[in-house]
């Protein structure tokens, strides 16, 4: 049990970090220059024309995959079914180009312009202080899942605390901003646009899904719901009632541009399935609350460990009881999840639960 426990925290948490070492650099830090140096070059570019690109590579794509699927379903009619949400994210220099289908997000963060200047009166024992602070709160996250130290002592109730207010503050400097767009039937504007392109069907939208099927409305693949022979080529109780032949789920993308200022400092590209247990807003302020304090850590395991000890507590269980449960089944409790962040000053990290 106990070399299962030091497993898993390293497997979750596998940074180290020397506290010391901080407080040694802190004063080289406060000179730094507080915004990510970023390469611009010069020239006009047409992000139209980029974002046009972008959807048509994602439709000839798709044409391509359709004919796939089309040419399989004597032998693999069961490709029919099989669909996915798009998230694609471009950057080059200070532009962002976003394409999404269905309900996966890109998140930016923004500094809020009265918090991007350090303060002056900042003395190099306040300095010490904060990284102590630091260090017992970093301490407290790799206690939370081992049984060696549990969470529930006194100390552990302070720290805990002490953490719930950072992170509020950084909820207070930090503006969570969407650049991509759901594309669910939680969505009122999708919800009439089907209905609209299906006038003979009042089925349409059943029970809050696409024919009573999927959650999103427009995706990638996902054929018996584009085309009706991929539909009849299904068993009888895989089918839909197939009204007309207009799409019920669209392969149209949302398409932004965004220019990064000096105000913006990461952004996280995420499955729906985190955002059953945070908020945008949220997700923003624990991953800056996370960077500050763990700059050698990775965000992205935070994230994702973070989503599993409120989807245990919210199913009434014990992390490593929900841990135990093989990953398939899991779904029960949370959908899968894959995040990525990525900060404006050049490091990217990966995770998935």
Known sequence: MYRKQKSLRKKLFPWSYDWHREEACVDDKMGEPLGPIRRCKSGIVDHAAVLRAMSRALEWTEEAYMEMVEKALDKNAELALMGSCVLVMLMKDQDVYVMNLGDSRVVLAQERPNDRHPNPNLGKDDVWHRNKSRESLVRMELDRISEESPVHNQNGQVNKINKNREISICRLKMRAVQLSTDHSTSVEEEVF?????????????????VKGQLKVTRAFGAGFLKKPTCNEALLEMFRVDYVGIAPYVSCIPFVLHHRLSSSDRFLVLSSDGLYQYFSNEEVVAHVTWFMENVPEGDPAQYLIAELLFRAAKKNGMDFYELLDIPQGDRRKYHDDVSVMVVSLEGRIWRSSG
């Open 193 to 209: 646009r089907i209905k609209a392109e299906h006038p003979d069907d009042n089925q349409a939208i059943l029970n809050d899904r």
